[in-house]
């Protein structure tokens, strides 16, 4: 069993829940253990009301443990038998579901939510997460068991790009896909021909990954 779980975000909405369908297949693909976490921002129909502190705090609770519970159902559904943990961490949901993310393989989250998740479409909380987790991310849009055949990573720098071709290249490795490797860059309209592709990068492609380079 390896020793990084994958940790999910969850708020009882079906675009989480279809991301918990995702990190259940990816953690039983790593072997690893699945972890969801619930951490609901304050929803608008709450401060309608003139509820106490406490009042509100035990109606985000129940709200987390349902969808707790909900994901549970979800990922046994596609993977059985699959260790789960599950947590409730406290603060910002933006700032809680990122911090979850120290000591994980990865951290998965929809693309869309409800309540705290509400701007998941690379908005508020799924670009914090993306900008701010200390572990890869993964935002999980529409199907989430189509086969893959070919996994892209972009190279920002040619230079630092261990731990990103790392985990690309495993990604790549378990599904038995080529590995596309994307890089930008722009130049002068005077110049006319692009600047020669970097160096080696001192990796090695697994052995049932192809490794494609691509010039955008």
Do not use: N
């Amino acid at each position: 069993m390896a020793t990084k779980p994958v940790i999910v975000g969850v708020d009882g909405s079906e675009e989480s829940l279809r991301a918990v369908e995702w990190a259940a297949l990816e953690a039983r693909r790593h072997g690893s253990v699945l972890r969801l976490v619930s951490a609901p921002a304050e929803l608008p129909r709450l401060r309608a009301y003139q509820a106490s502190p406490g009042e509100i705090a035990a109606a985000l609770r129940g709200i987390a443990a349902r969808s707790l519970d909900a994901a549970i159902i979800r990922s046994e559904e596609v993977a059985p038998g699959l260790p789960i943990e599950t947590g409730l961490p406290s603060g910002p949901s933006a700032v809680a579901v990122a911090d979850s993310g120290a000591g994980a393989s990865m951290l998965v989250v929809g693309a869309r939510g409800a309540g705290g998740f509400a701007a998941m479409m690379l908005g508020s909380v799924s670009r914090h997460v993306a900008a701010w987790a200390p572990c890869p991310v993964v935002v999980v849009r529409e199907e989430t068991t189509a086969l893959h055949r070919e996994i892209a990573v972009g190279i920002r720098d040619p230079e630092d790009v261990t731990g990103t071709l790392a985990f690309a290249f495993e990604e790549a490795a378990l599904r038995g896909a080529d590995l596309v490797a994307v890089h930008t860059w722009y130049w002068l309209p005077a110049r006319r021909t692009p600047p020669a592709w970097p160096g080696r990068c001192g990796h090695r492609t697994p052995r049932r990954s192809r490794l494609r380079r691509v010039a955008i």
